[in-house]
């Protein structure tokens, strides 16, 4: 039988914050009102609220258990391009010969992104006028990822996935409508429906006379775009294209560059080591990642983790690896699948998630943590938490029936806490079950 000393040292070494098997869970009344409210009786609720300083659980319900995590695992990828993605993102590497220039991608999901005015690797290739080539390797995964909704491929928060993504893959089709004096009678329609970037890919107009509004709709398997006409005076929709690895990048660099992309297999023989030409700074990724819940950012920084880390471009591959090294202490080992958080098949715990985010704390630093995750009334937290804003910075996540939220919490006595609350299979009202989270964090805010 284990004796009173023996029982303090064993307490004193399971740590709180990693989890013990046999930790007591630690409920109480904020707890119970959160999960005791209609909209969560019939759902699956973890919930885990740790005071990192002194290791301690404050709050703790089915927190070991495994939950659908949506967006929050982006978390994640964040973790993994901080960690080996450097200050600044490589946006190609590249070889220059006498007579032709080499560039093989690396997944910079910002070349030629509207969001980016500064290009440096256009700016590169448009200064070149000897034959570039493009070494069409190292990419090994599939364009869209393991368990995503199929039926969602004609949404613009699911573009595909590629080794040289070109205008975050995504095709702009808008259409302005001319009224008042600046309709021209000589025409049959004061409508123009026009891309961005231009494309010869092929379109078809669908009369619809009872559409109210702008919609296109690309065809599953090809580039084919169904065009309907709508009464907004200006409308737009950004639609994804079909990538076909890097052979649509190709064709959409055309009008940009005065020469045509040629795919190479390998370098020549003889070839230097390859530069590295820096595209952004990399918080300029991981920001918008984190506020505006990108999922293609978060996708293309797994893959550059994975390019960086492993020489070519897998998800599962450097998965793997993370976990098996930097992330090899999580305390429940997670089923990990994509960047985005888009698939179903992950299953995170929130003791992972708290876990992560003390270690992201310590290895970043938390003013660094303030600045990329999203405060009360900004980001995806716009319509919440406006009394705490600048006292709590954290993740949201949602698919249907799953919510989710993790983060740090400054208290009222100044005491930094680490949180994370996963919601799943709920049916009810996703807006009620967000505001009784903020209750319940307001709660904690002010009990601790």
């Known amino acids: 039988m284990m004796n009173s000393v023996q029982l303090i040292l064993t307490l004193a070494g399971c740590s709180l914050m990693a989890g013990c098997a046999a930790s007591r869970p630690v409920s109480g009344g904020p707890v119970d009102n959160l999960v005791r409210q209609p909209d969560l009786v019939n759902a699956h609720v973890g919930i885990l609220v740790v005071d990192p300083e002194r290791s301690v659980d404050l709050y703790s319900y089915q927190s070991e258990k495994y939950f659908v995590p949506a967006s929050n695992t982006k978390l994640f990828s964040l973790y993994a391009g901080m960690t080996y993605l450097g200050d600044s993102i490589a946006g190609i590497r590249y070889f220059q010969a006498d007579t032709a220039l080499f560039i093989s991608p690396t997944g910079d999901p910002t070349f030629l992104h509207p969001d980016y005015a500064r290009q440096p690797v256009i700016d590169l290739l448009k200064a070149r006028k000897q034959p570039i080539y493009l070494l069409d390797s190292g990419w090994e995964d599939e364009a869209l990822g393991a368990g995503w909704s199929w039926d969602d491929y004609n949404d613009d928060y699911m573009p595909e996935r590629s080794a040289l993504p070109v205008y975050g893959n995504l095709i702009r089709w808008v259409q302005e409508r001319q009224t008042g004096s600046n309709a021209n009678p000589e025409f049959n329609s004061p409508v123009s429906v026009y891309s961005i970037p231009e494309v010869d890919w092929k379109v078809r107009f669908t009369p619809d006379s009872a559409s109210r509004r702008f ?234």
């Open 215 to 448: 919609r296109i709709k690309r065809s599953r398997d090809e580039n084919f775009f169904a065009i309907t006409e709508g009464n907004e005076a200006n409308a737009y929709q950004d639609v994804p294209f079909i990538t076909h690895g890097t052979a649509s990048a190709i064709e959409l660099l055309k009008d940009t560059l005065d020469q045509t992309l040629v795919p190479l297999a390998k370098l020549p023989r003889g070839a230097r080591p390859l530069k590295i030409l820096y595209s952004q700074r990399a918080d300029s990724l991981y920001r918008p990642m984190m506020y505006r819940s990108d999922n293609f950012f978060a996708e293309q920084t797994l893959l550059m983790v994975s390019s960086q880390v492993l020489g070519f471009m897998n998800d599962r591959k450097i998965i793997d690896s993370l976990l098996h090294g930097g992330l090899s202490g999580l305390p429940q080992t997670p089923r990990w699948v994509d960047g985005s958080g888009l698939s179903r098949f992950n299953l995170f715990s929130p003791r992972d998630f708290v876990w992560l985010l003390n270690q992201m704390k310590n290895q970043f630093g938390m003013d660094r943590m303030e600045r990329l995750l999203p405060t009360g009334g900004s980001g995806t937290l716009g319509n919440y938490y406006a009394k705490d804003s600048g006292y709590i910075y954290a993740k949201t996540g949602s698919l249907s029936g799953v919510i989710a939220l993790s983060g740090y919490l400054i208290s009222r006595q100044n005491h930094l806490l680490i949180f994370s609350i996963l919601v799943n299979n709920h049916r009810g009202n996703t807006s009620a079950i967000r505001r009784g989270v903020e209750q319940f964090l307001e709660q904690v805010r002010k009990d601790h």
